[in-house]
């Protein structure tokens, strides 16, 4: 007899890991819908509870005396707390009510022709649920509609209509509206918000003689407000007053806060440590005297900087205040308009305080912009200097500090020198050295490196004296330059941007091979025919522009008091004089110049 086998048949991998997606797929699909319906039906009993109960805040309303129908301390009177908060089905809500008289325009209106002498023609009522807990948010709005049962009579009361808007004059929807009278019986503290005209309009408002303080704001906008005289003298904006049957409209502007990020430093960006200044705005909140709404005293940090958060949109000016430095100009020009929603950079340019100063500011006649390359002449008697508008220059005048200064600190130092110069004898001056009565055929000398405080553009090298000893020859002071943004690498050339040429006469233009450039150095040559005599020169400086040097402005430093004469010109524009006058040590005039 055949012996049969049997065969037996499992399941393989393959058909396992299928069965357990498709359970898996089964069971989150399942989880997901039973998910889904829990959430809904608490949505659902969520919106159950709330709607029973704006309805039963409504049923109870509706059985008040149409008087007593009012926010207590709030415009119409009434007896109804603002807020509460309550407990329905185990679920907490914070009740906000709100009732206005509304003006139906059906008979006329408070300001309307015929006018309504009766302008509460009935009450809007709304109730505002918010439930923290609930899900969706858990925010409900009921408002409904309540008429008086008598007819109306005429009212001695008056409207207060209050509108707010934007920097651009754009309504302000759901502005903050605070309102307060506390002579009213009983006191009226209000606080609302604007619609969607940004307005906030309340009839039937009890008449009172500047007696009702607002104050307007918004989360994360400026705030403004009425003022009374015990606050400032002559308030720009008193508090409001209501008459009987009268229309009270008063506007109120905001619009979002602002930063101020200020930097005080010298025009080659070194930053000036814990300077004290004035920072102003021109929006006034007083009369007779003038006001500012906003006037500190502030002081940059160790650093030079000081951050301006929660600004509000104005035109600042600034006064520094220190003994030690005197204003040289600004970026952007002074006063300085802020912008709302802006991180407005400034950068406050001070020079070291002299005798007496003059800050000579040339805009456009038209535009009122800063003109940069403007040239400034100011001359009184034999007194005579010229200075470019948005051109800072270093000047050394000193060098008998010695050599071995590598970046330009001291301003008595340098950086090396062939041993050939004289740097002492006498002091101020450089001069070939002098051994036993015979002076050096030639010697060099090198510079500390000058720091303009970003990539710079240069103009012209200048020294002094302008001649020489006949007897030295022919260029017997030469320079050349050097320049780079690392600190590293320094070839010095001449105009012409190679090493074979030199600098030969003051007041030469500077290669543009140095423009964007940081850091700059120079090298002097010194020579004579006959070592008899020797070439010297007593300072050497050069301009240049930065990032750091303000726009269409100059400082005239070192004066004495008097009149001067001040010239500006510049390429396309005519000619402009003035008389400017040095009374203080620190005075400012302003020269604006017509396009031809």
């Given at each position: 007899m055949?012996?049969?086998?049997?065969?037996?048949?499992?399941?393989?991998?393959?058909?396992?890991?299928?069965a357990?997606?498709i359970?898996?797929?089964?069971?989150?699909?399942?989880?997901?819908?039973?998910?889904?319906?829990?959430?809904?039906?608490?949505?659902?009993?969520?919106?159950?509870?709330?709607?029973a109960?704006?309805q039963?805040?409504?049923?109870?309303?509706?059985?008040?005396?149409?008087a007593?129908i009012?926010?207590l301390?709030?415009?119409?009177?009434?007896?109804?707390?603002?807020?509460?908060?309550?407990?329905?089905?185990?679920?907490?809500?914070?009740?906000?009510?709100?009732?206005?008289?509304?003006?139906?325009?059906?008979?006329?209106?408070?300001?309307?022709s015929?006018?309504?002498t009766?302008?509460?023609?009935?009450?809007?009522?709304e109730?505002?649920l918010s439930?923290?807990?609930?899900?969706d948010?858990?925010?409900?709005?009921?408002?409904?509609?309540?008429?008086?049962?008598?007819?109306?009579?005429s009212?001695?009361?008056?409207?207060?209509?209050?509108?707010?808007?934007?920097?651009?004059?754009?309504?302000?929807q759901?502005?903050?509206?605070?309102i307060?009278?506390?002579?009213?019986?009983?006191?009226?503290?209000?606080?609302?918000?604007?619609n969607?005209?940004?307005?906030?309009q309340?009839v039937?408002?009890?008449?009172?003689?500047k007696?009702y303080?607002?104050?307007?704001?918004?989360?994360?906008?400026?705030?403004?407000r009425?003022?009374?005289?015990?606050?400032v003298?002559?308030?720009?904006?008193?508090?409001?007053?209501?008459?009987?049957?009268?229309v009270?409209?008063?506007?109120?502007?905001?619009?979002?806060?602002?930063?101020?990020?200020?930097?005080?430093?010298?025009?080659?960006?070194?930053?000036?440590?814990?300077?004290?200044?004035?920072?102003?705005g021109?929006?006034?909140?007083?009369?007779?005297?003038?006001?500012?709404?906003?006037?500190?005293n502030?002081?940059?940090?160790?650093n030079?900087?000081?951050?301006?958060?929660?600004?509000?949109?104005?035109?600042?000016?600034?006064?520094?205040?220190?003994?030690?430095?005197?204003?040289?100009?600004?970026?952007?020009?002074?006063?300085?308009?802020?912008?709302?929603?802006?991180?407005?950079?400034?950068?406050?340019?001070?020079?070291?305080?002299?005798?007496?100063?003059?800050?000579?500011?040339?805009?456009d006649?038209?535009?009122?912009?800063?003109?940069?390359?403007?040239?400034?002449?100011?001359?009184?008697?034999?007194?005579?200097?010229t200075?470019?508008?948005?051109?800072?220059?270093?000047?050394?005048?000193?060098?008998?500090?010695?050599?071995?200064?590598?970046l330009?600190?001291d301003?008595?130092?340098?950086?090396?020198?062939?041993?050939?110069i004289?740097?002492?004898?006498?002091?101020?001056?450089?001069?070939?050295?002098?051994?036993?009565?015979?002076?050096?055929?030639?010697g060099?000398?090198?510079?500390s490196?000058?720091?303009?405080?970003?990539?710079?553009?240069?103009?012209e090298?200048?020294?002094?004296?302008?001649?020489?000893?006949?007897?030295?020859g022919?260029?017997?002071v030469?320079?050349?330059?050097?320049?780079?943004?690392?600190?590293?690498?320094?070839?010095?050339?001449?105009p012409?941007?190679?090493?074979?040429t030199?600098?030969?006469?003051?007041?030469h233009?500077?290669?543009?091979?140095?423009?964007?450039?940081?850091?700059l150095?120079?090298?002097?040559?010194l020579?004579?025919?006959?070592?008899?005599?020797?070439p010297?020169?007593?300072?050497?400086?050069?301009?240049?522009?930065s990032?750091?040097v303000?726009s269409?402005?100059?400082?005239f430093s070192?004066?004495?008091?008097?009149?001067?004469?001040?010239?500006?010109?510049?390429?396309?524009?005519?000619?402009?004089?003035?008389?400017?006058k040095?009374p203080?040590?620190?005075?400012?005039h302003?020269?604006?110049?017509?396009?031809?």
């Amino acid at each position: 007899m055949p012996i049969r086998k049997k065969k037996y048949k499992g399941i393989s991998i393959a058909e396992t890991v299928i069965a357990i997606a498709i359970f898996s797929i089964v069971g989150i699909s399942l989880y997901q819908l039973s998910t889904q319906l829990t959430r809904l039906t608490r949505v659902s009993r969520d919106e159950i509870a709330a709607t029973a109960l704006a309805q039963e805040e409504f049923e109870k309303i509706r059985n008040l005396p149409y008087a007593s129908i009012g926010i207590l301390n709030g415009i119409p009177q009434g007896i109804l707390p603002k807020t509460q908060a309550v407990t329905r089905d185990g679920i907490s809500f914070e009740i906000t009510r709100t009732v206005r008289n509304i003006d139906d325009p059906f008979d006329g209106t408070i300001n309307g022709s015929p006018k309504d002498t009766a302008p509460s023609d009935y009450k809007l009522l709304e109730i505002q649920l918010s439930c923290p807990m609930c899900r969706d948010g858990g925010d409900y709005t009921f408002s409904s509609h309540i008429a008086p049962k008598n007819t109306e009579t005429s009212s001695n009361n008056g409207a207060l209509f209050i509108q707010v808007f934007d920097a651009n004059g754009q309504p302000i929807q759901g502005a903050n509206v605070h309102i307060a009278n506390s002579s009213a019986v009983p006191p009226i503290l209000i606080d609302e918000t604007t619609n969607a005209a940004g307005m906030l309009q309340l009839v039937d408002v009890p008449t009172g003689t500047k007696k009702y303080k607002i104050t307007v704001t918004k989360d994360g906008y400026s705030t403004q407000r009425t003022m009374g005289n015990d606050e400032v003298s002559n308030p720009t904006k008193p508090h409001a007053t209501v008459s009987t049957q009268q229309v009270t409209q008063i506007s109120f502007s905001i619009d979002t806060l602002s930063t101020i990020n200020i930097l005080t430093a010298t025009a080659t960006c070194t930053p000036i440590p814990s300077l004290p200044f004035t920072l102003a705005g021109s929006k006034m909140i007083g009369s007779s005297p003038n006001t500012p709404k906003y006037s500190q005293n502030l002081q940059t940090n160790a650093n030079g900087t000081l951050t301006l958060p929660d600004m509000e949109w104005d035109t600042y000016t600034f006064t520094e205040t220190s003994e030690s430095y005197v204003l040289a100009g600004s970026l952007p020009l002074s006063p300085i308009t802020l912008s709302p929603n802006a991180i407005q950079d400034i950068t406050i340019v001070l020079e070291p305080s002299n005798p007496r100063n003059l800050l000579v500011t040339v805009l456009d006649n038209g535009t009122s912009l800063p003109l940069a390359e403007s040239s400034v002449l100011l001359e009184k008697n034999d007194f005579q200097a010229t200075l470019i508008t948005g051109r800072g220059f270093i000047i050394q005048s000193g060098w008998q500090g010695g050599s071995g200064q590598t970046l330009f600190t001291d301003p008595l130092k340098y950086f090396s020198d062939d041993a050939n110069i004289s740097t002492s004898s006498p002091e101020n001056e450089l001069k070939l050295k002098q051994t036993l009565g015979t002076y050096s055929s030639n010697g060099w000398l090198i510079s500390s490196t000058f720091d303009t405080g970003s990539p710079s553009n240069f103009y012209e090298l200048l020294w002094q004296p302008l001649d020489q000893p006949p007897q030295t020859g022919s260029n017997a002071v030469t320079f050349q330059l050097a320049s780079n943004n690392d600190q590293l690498t320094w070839n010095f050339v001449g105009p012409d941007g190679t090493d074979q040429t030199y600098y030969t006469t003051s007041n030469h233009n500077i290669s543009a091979t140095h423009n964007n450039d940081r850091y700059l150095r120079y090298k002097l040559f010194l020579s004579t025919a006959n070592t008899s005599y020797t070439p010297n020169v007593s300072d050497i400086s050069f301009t240049f522009t930065s990032q750091c040097v303000p726009s269409g402005q100059v400082l005239f430093s070192g004066l004495t008091e008097n009149k001067y004469t001040l010239t500006a010109s510049k390429t396309g524009y005519y000619e402009q004089t003035a008389t400017a006058k040095t009374p203080i040590s620190y005075n400012e005039h302003t020269i604006r110049l017509t396009p031809q």
